[in-house]
């Protein structure tokens, strides 16, 4: 089992998520962000004034899934995501040791 996280521009994520349900995955979190990478953030002017903005607002997708669907998942992401300007994001993926669905008790690549 494979935890797959993407970091994405957040008018990204309705492509996102119609890209995951399109190749079977049916559960995902979504939690709002704040950070930079390369861009290191951005000037703004307010009011006349100008003033730095150091954290983009971003969204943060975390997907479980089995270990040979990882590839689809990555790719589908990594497509619906691209806008080909900086700050696209970065996906992760981490190996899950266990999982358990606490209302049925099921384990592992079931409990997904």
Request: no cysteine; charged share 25%.
């Amino acid at each position: 089992m494979k935890f797959v996280m993407a970091i994405i521009k957040p008018f990204k994520l309705d492509e996102v998520r119609d890209a995951l349900t399109g190749i079977g995955v049916h559960g995902l979190t979504v939690t709002e962000v704040k950070g930079y990478g390369r861009q290191k953030g951005h000037t703004e002017i307010y009011r006349g004034a100008e003033y730095a903005v150091s954290f983009l607002p971003k969204l943060k997708i975390e997907v479980a899934v089995a270990a040979g669907s990882v590839d689809k998942v990555v790719e589908a992401i990594a497509a619906a995501a691209k806008t080909g300007q900086i700050g696209d994001g970065k996906i992760f993926v981490y190996s899950i040791d266990q999982a358990v669905r606490i209302r049925t008790g099921e384990t592992d690549t079931d409990a997904l």
